[in-house]
């Protein structure tokens, strides 16, 4: 076997399953494996929406990298990728340099805002940790403002969601927790907050049972949440957002806090790394390699796949990227014995979209559940991912064991 260097870039759910599964596989003299990362924790961007909302802190949605590798077969660099060009086998990090036989590109979503004027200055995005913590923090700040001003705006109170897909629904089912919460410790009336969900397409939670979406939908408004479904935001300000309700007729809403979550793109540094792309996406080869780069590899939300069966691409997800990261070991190991790769098939097991702490809508493995059943559900999903990558000590350590 050919010892070649291997670089992976991004330590999600996609390039720490790779390094991961690469370390189980490989022996120390096999291959030399750098994990690239911005910073030195990996974080669960599956559980940021309740970081967003104050309902788990920021420390508990995310781990120290070097906890889950083993030093002696895989190199952990902290750096900020700058630049990947593919045609020179260079990659470009605030640290430096580094050269690659085979490469993993790993790094993920970025939020879509569609070219929406003012969505990326006035809008918050749910993309990172350091972005959970300041839409919480913003959040908080409007709530004790209200509290201290002596002329009240009940506009501060008011929050806006911008999309009614996986991620818009499940912040909107922690706001519901969590509005209680904040009015309670700012000594703010309930009647006085405001949350909206705004969304373009004419319905919630498209590809999810019209049964479930209702279920999710009842209990959201119940919790007090309003919806404006097929109605476009199409402009932001500082005072709030600017809705299209009819062919020629608009709404202003203001708001002191406007969360989007209506879209996600892959990485930008995919659009100047020589690999053809769509939005920051790759549309890969079957066996996740892209086209044209027989020794680059895509994982997770930078990679694009169609579903044949009905010709759209499968939705960006932390299960499609984790199977995959399982694919590009097994295909860099073949490739390092001269034998030929596999197509990536994934297993599509279904999903949980959790409705805050204790309630949820499920499909899984073709059966619907909704409430505490497919709460538990969803805890079960997330403490898998986390022995999937860390074993039982990361599951003891950071796994979600409140399930009623
Ligand atoms: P990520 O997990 O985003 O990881 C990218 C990594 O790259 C990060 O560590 C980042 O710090 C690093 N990085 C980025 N830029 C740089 C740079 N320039 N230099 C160095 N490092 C960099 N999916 C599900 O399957 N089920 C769910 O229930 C679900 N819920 C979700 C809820 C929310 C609120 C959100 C936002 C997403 C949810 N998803 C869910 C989608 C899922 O989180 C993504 O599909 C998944 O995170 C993609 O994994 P990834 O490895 O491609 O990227």
Redesign the pocket.
């Known amino acids: 076997m050919k010892r070649a260097k291997i670089l992976i870039?991004?330590?999600?759910?996609?390039?720490l399953s790779t390094a991961v599964n690469l370390q189980k596989k490989l022996n120390a003299n096999d291959a030399d494996i750098t994990l690239?990362?911005?910073?030195d924790y990996?974080?669960e961007?599956?559980w940021?929406?309740e970081a967003a909302a104050g309902t788990l802190s920021p420390e508990d949605v995310r781990y120290d990298i070097k906890s889950v590798l083993n030093g002696d077969r895989v190199q952990f660099v902290q750096?900020?990728?700058?630049g990947i060009d593919v045609n020179a086998r260079k990659v470009t990090t605030d640290k430096g340099e580094h050269t690659y036989d085979y490469l993993v590109i790993?790094?993920?979503?970025e939020g879509e805002t569609f070219g929406i004027e003012g969505l990326d200055k006035y809008a918050l995005s749910?993309a990172?940790v350091g972005a959970a913590r300041q839409i919480r923090e913003h959040i908080e700040y409007q709530f004790a403002m209200w509290s201290q001003d002596e002329v009240k705006d009940d506009s501060r109170l008011t929050i806006v969601v911008g999309g009614a897909g996986?991620?818009g629904i499940?912040?909107l089912g922690e706001l519901g927790n969590r509005v209680p919460e904040l009015c309670k410790e700012f000594d703010v009336p309930q009647e006085k907050v405001r949350v909206l969900c705004v969304e373009a397409a004419p319905m919630v939670l498209p590809g999810f049972d019209p049964e479930l979406v209702d279920y999710a939908v009842r209990h959201l408004e119940s919790k007090g949440i309003e919806f404006s479904i097929g109605t476009p935001v199409v402009q932001a300000t500082p005072e709030g957002v600017k809705i299209k309700t009819g062919e020629e007729s608009f709404d202003f809403v203001k708001a002191g806090t406007v969360v989007w979550a209506a879209g996600v793109r892959g990485?930008r540094?995919i659009e100047t790394s020589g690999i053809e792309n769509m939005r920051a996406r790759v549309k890969v080869e079957k066996d996740m390699r892209a086209p044209g780069f027989p020794d680059v590899f895509i994982?997770?939300?930078?990679a694009l796949m169609i579903n044949e069966e009905v010709n759209r691409p499968y939705p960006?997800?932390?299960?499609i990227?984790m199977q995959q990261a399982e694919t590009i070991a097994e295909n860099l190991i073949a490739l390092l014995k001269n034998e030929d790769t596999h197509a990536f098939v994934p297993q599509l097991k279904g999903?949980?979209?959790s409705l805050g702490e204790h309630d949820a809508i499920g499909d899984v493995m073709g059966r619907k559940i909704t409430g505490t059943k497919a709460s538990i559900m969803k805890k079960i999903i997330d403490n898998r991912a986390l022995y999937m990558i860390g074993g039982a000590p990361l599951v003891m350590k950071k796994g979600k064991f409140n399930l009623l």
């Open positions: 870039l991004g330590a999600g759910y996609g390039g690239i990362n911005k910073n990996h974080y961007s599956t940021l929406h750096a900020a990728v700058t790993g790094l993920g979503f749910i990172n996986f991620t499940e912040f990485n540094l994982v997770g939300d930078c960006p997800t932390a299960q990227a999903s949980v979209c």
